[in-house]
């Protein structure tokens, strides 16, 4: 099983950006932490972070055929990104859609989210551990357990 995890713009800067909201582990320490979930489930995992929408849509397009399933977090591209949404559409693999931040309670803009309507759920509030709560739902959806 091979799970591809996306994250968008300045999540290379977790540790120092906005640590309120995001925490003080860098993006290291939360590559570290997936690699480790991965390991445990047994499954293969990539890790992907661009600031470019561009680069978003074309990771998603590469797991056509190649991952069972992605976690993403698209960053600020969540609120205004119908490519990334209809990239998530035309590959069909699927799909949770994962925030640091409890998006819910912060400003109205942070209130669209546009690939939650590819995704089979979204977490979020649950700091870098959501990471790892997405690769697990998505083992399980993919071994034909429970679904979200």
């Not at 399933?69 to 035309?90: E, F, M, Q, R």
């Amino acid at each position: 099983m091979k799970i591809m995890v996306i994250n968008g713009p300045n999540l290379n800067m977790l540790g120092i950006r906005e640590p309120a909201h995001y925490g003080r582990e860098t993006y290291q320490d939360l590559i570290q932490k997936i690699e480790n979930h991965a390991k445990t489930l047994g499954v293969e995992v990539t890790c992907l972070q661009s600031n470019h929408e561009g680069d978003l849509v074309d990771f998603i397009q590469s797991a056509y055929g190649q991952y069972d399933g992605i976690v993403i977090n698209p960053g600020a591209y969540t609120h205004t990104s119908i490519a990334i949404l209809d990239a998530a559409k035309s590959v069909g693999v699927p799909l949770v859609e994962i925030h640091i931040s409890k998006v819910e309670e912060r400003e109205d803009f942070r209130q669209v989210s546009y690939i939650r309507l590819a995704a089979m759920t979204t977490i979020t509030g649950h700091g870098t551990q959501g990471y790892l709560e997405a690769m697990d739902i998505l083992y399980d959806h993919l071994k034909g357990g429970v679904q979200a």
